[in-house]
């Protein structure tokens, strides 16, 4: 357990993603994995049940004075006892924006809403509730806070930094990383005409920093293709992960 105490305003975040490795084989109904403080104009915090499915959570109140808490729960188990890397987006107070990735792949959420109660007095802490109570059973380690929300593509490659090996090839002519050659790479292309950018974005699919016709014809040749990565088994996970330089605060629990 973890108690970041004077609760740092920088981690009061209105989008704001939480990164993490986790394993655990519990049991017991909802135990808290990071919790901020009530007060944050930001609240937010994971919980997982006793189904293993992980849960994120906002005080919904201030949008919908009917509503305490507004949930999206994960689909999913993960208390199988093996180490998963997970990563939660916080995109505004509506948690039905929120998303959640286990193993650099997005997992389906499902809404949940309670009229519970918001404990006020309760500092950020990590592993367990404000109060000290509902106690995470398991491990957690390399927890990192980003004081935004990171993209799908820098989920999936936050996540191969952290196995140690080389995400897929990347697909020519998907210049916006979403996996597909389609209309919003050529928007890309169009909205960057002409225009000298940084090597291999803003619509440089030839990697030569210039937007032009060769470009064009990379994302003609390609147009309809589409990319599924490759997931290596959670079992395989290295515990180590690169410095991305976009952490805002990393701290090691073991």
Not at 11 to 28: A, P, R, Y
Not at 95 to 105: F, K, N, R, T
Not at 219 to 238: D, F, L
Request: aromatic content about 8%; some cysteine.
């Amino acid at each position: 357990m973890l108690n970041l105490g004077a609760n740092p305003s920088v981690l009061d975040q209105e989008n704001v993603t939480w990164s993490m490795l986790l394993k655990t084989t519990q049991s017991t109904e909802y135990t808290r994995i990071m919790v901020t403080a009530p007060e944050f104009e930001n609240p937010f915090f994971l919980i997982m049940g006793s189904n293993g499915k992980v849960a994120l959570c906002t005080e919904k109140a201030k949008l919908d004075p009917s509503i305490e808490y507004d949930y999206a729960q994960a689909i999913l188990g993960i208390n199988d006892g093996q180490w998963h890397h997970l990563v939660a987006v916080r995109n505004g107070d509506d948690m039905s924006q929120a998303e959640l990735y286990v193993d650099g792949q997005k997992i389906e959420l499902d809404p949940i809403m309670s009229t519970g109660g918001w404990s006020p007095s309760f500092s950020f802490r990590i592993g367990t509730r404000g109060s000290g109570s509902n106690n995470f059973i398991g491990s957690l380690d390399e927890i990192s806070i980003w004081n935004r929300s990171l993209s799908e593509q820098e989920v999936m490659d936050l996540y191969y930094a952290l196995i140690g090996g080389a995400g897929p090839e990347p697909l020519p002519g998907d210049l916006n990383g979403d996996g597909m050659v389609n209309s919003g790479d050529l928007d890309l292309v169009r909205a960057n005409w002409g225009q000298t950018v940084p090597a291999g974005t803003l619509g440089d699919a030839d990697g030569d920093g210039m937007v032009t016709s060769s470009d064009l014809d990379i994302v003609r040749a390609n147009w309809g293709a589409t990319q599924a990565a490759a997931v290596p088994e959670p079992g395989t996970v290295a515990l180590l992960i690169a410095a991305l330089g976009m952490a805002v605060l990393s701290r090691k629990r073991r």
